[in-house]
């Protein structure tokens, strides 16, 4: 069984259980994902399968991916992303992958990019409380001293200092599936997954099994 699905988030949104519970819900179009390569140990050092996501028109496919497609997936994709499988021989290039690898009430790892803030401020960046709005202070905003006297005479690495705020790649783990709505190839996952709406993620089962979380 392939490890993993790749998805977009559409959006949050909330869910009654069936016991009245209330919980907030991310979204995401997961798959249908189709099979673009199988890898193998004896050819390539370990067992994997490439997956593509996303359909895309073939004039805008360069031509060695065109080369690459037409070996057994038909169509471009967007996205190409490698899971690792435990038996490759179980899949064919261009078999579809879809939501049915999940069930309601596993627990999963989702994976993505979260929202670029671009360069940002301390009291953003890191949730400085920012100086004094008394009159006459000139430090609202900024990060105040930094220095180190004589010695060592610089800036210790890892200071917190304004800089470049998100687009990282971040994981949300061991996340409940509350749903599943494959006509739509929809899951919903509870809670809240990094990325903004439209973004890629990976939705992963988990490596280790964890505790649950109330």
């Known amino acids: 069984m392939s490890k993993g699905l790749i998805g977009k988030k559409m959006g949050m949104s909330g869910l009654f259980l069936p016991d009245g519970r209330y919980v907030p819900v991310t979204v995401i ?25 996303g359909e895309k028109n073939e004039s805008r496919v360069n031509k060695p991916l065109k080369g690459h497609f037409s070996k057994g997936a038909s169509g471009a994709f967007d996205t190409l992303k490698e899971f690792a499988v435990a038996d490759p021989g179980e899949y064919n290039l261009g078999q579809q992958i879809t939501l049915e690898m999940f069930n309601i009430g596993e627990r999963v790892d989702v994976i993505g990019t979260t929202k670029g803030r671009g360069f940002s401020g301390v009291m953003k960046r890191h949730g400085f409380a920012g100086g004094r709005k008394t009159h006459g202070s000139h430090s609202h905003r900024i990060p105040g001293s930094v220095g180190c006297s004589a010695s060592p005479s610089k800036i210790i690495k890892g200071k917190k200092m304004p800089g470049h705020y998100g687009n990282d790649r971040r994981t949300a783990r061991n996340l409940e599936v509350v749903d599943i709505r494959p006509d739509d190839n929809i899951i919903l996952i509870r809670g809240a997954v990094p990325g903004a709406k439209s973004g890629l993620v990976t939705i992963n089962k988990l490596k280790f099994k964890k505790d649950k979380v109330s």
Request: hydrophobic share 35%.
């Open 29 to 53: 179009e997961a798959g249908p994902c189709v099979v673009t390569q199988i890898k193998t140990a004896g050819k390539d050092g370990y067992n994997a399968l490439q997956l593509g996501f």
